[in-house]
């Protein structure tokens, strides 16, 4: 069972998203926050496996709130939704861990397949998206120093990083090379090491711009 917490200032779109999701037999809505600041007492009562995050609240804003929870339970998977193509909002969250966004008109059938799609480890970012978070997180990363060392990757950390760019969690990644989880995790440990990121997010990234 996927449980899912949902977080937006909108009465009606709380219980619009809780409605369809209620729907699905291996979806449970736990709860329903109105503001950023709910949803990271909820997400610390209750570790749900992804939230569902609007991006504009009152009290604290999505990107404030997906930065914290991220920070204390990163192992949570937060899509962040939004009414519009907010760049500078989008790449922020993005940058804070947040696993990809959605417009808040997606298809039901589209917004239940990335719920599922993100506890596989997948990002769901526009290219124009994507291209400005990179940006970003090169300017954080200092991109001259992270170009020295990127690509002193051997012929197996470059199938590893290939299938991490693809949105791959580890055991599938293991399943496709034929090798246990416990391997990839090294390899994964090594790739980090060599391109100096340690971020999931930010190396699925900085790899899919550089390989």
Not at 163 to 187: C, D, P
């Amino acid at each position: 069972m996927i449980r899912v917490l949902i977080a937006d200032d909108q009465t009606l779109m709380r219980d619009g998203l809780k409605t369809i999701l209620d729907l699905e037999d291996d979806i449970e809505v736990v709860a329903t926050c109105e503001n950023g600041e709910q949803a990271i007492e909820q997400a610390i009562k209750l570790h749900p496996d992804v939230i569902l995050m609007d991006i504009r609240m009152p009290v604290m804003n999505g990107v404030e709130s997906v930065k914290k929870i991220k920070t204390s339970l990163p192992k949570i998977a937060v899509i962040m939704l939004t009414t519009f193509d907010d760049d500078e909002y989008i790449v922020e969250a993005l940058s804070n861990g947040a696993s990809g966004y959605l417009l808040k008109d997606i298809p039901a059938d589209k917004l239940i397949e990335a719920i599922r799609d993100s506890l596989k480890g997948q990002l769901f970012i526009p290219t124009n998206i994507a291209a400005k978070l990179v940006a970003k997180l090169s300017h954080k990363e200092s991109s001259k120093e992270i170009l020295k060392k990127k690509l002193d990757l051997s012929e197996r950390e470059i199938e590893v990083s290939s299938l991490l760019i693809e949105g791959h969690s580890n055991k599938q990644i293991a399943a496709k090379l034929f090798i246990s989880e416990g391997t990839v995790k090294n390899y994964i440990s090594n790739i980090y090491s060599k391109i100096g990121i340690s971020d999931r997010t930010k190396a699925v990234l900085f790899l899919k711009e550089n390989l």
